[in-house]
């Protein structure tokens, strides 16, 4: 059974950092690339970022460039979102996918796999 559970959000500061994981379990990272999106209140779930199966290749929204860093540990199965400078807008429920490429344009990133999310708030 294929699943994703994501952990790490929580309330930051505007300027802050936190990191997100995503374990996965089912399949293997080797095989699969992940993809975080995001999705604020009252608005449309968005790509943030992608990894591709072998790790080589990583793509982010404009919005996040600079500050958002993906990564994968394939031995432990996981994928991190480590996001630094983050601002109010940033704010929402994170996901981690399974996706079926990782694309350039993230926006348009097709996953099929999700987890439940975990809750991100930046605020003073």
């Known amino acids: 059974q294929l699943q994703l559970v994501e952990s790490g959000g929580g309330l930051v500061q505007p300027g802050g950092s936190l990191r997100l994981s995503c374990a996965v379990s089912?399949?293997?990272?080797?095989?699969?690339?992940i993809g975080w999106f995001r999705q604020a209140p009252g608005k449309e779930r968005e790509g943030v970022s992608c990894?591709?199966?072998?790790?080589?290749?990583?793509n982010y929204a404009d919005s996040v460039k600079g500050r958002f860093t993906i990564t994968k540990d394939k031995a432990k199965n996981m994928v991190y979102l480590q996001m630094r400078f983050l601002k109010p807008e940033d704010s929402g429920v994170y996901y981690c996918?399974?996706?079926?490429?990782?694309?350039?344009?993230?926006?348009?990133?097709?996953?099929?796999?999700w987890g439940q999310g975990t809750q991100v708030t930046i605020s003073s």
């Open positions: 990894i591709s199966s072998s790790g080589g290749t990583t």
């Open positions: 996918a399974a996706i079926t490429a990782c694309l350039t344009t993230v926006q348009t990133l097709s996953a099929d796999y």
């Open positions: 089912g399949f293997s990272l080797q095989y699969r690339a």
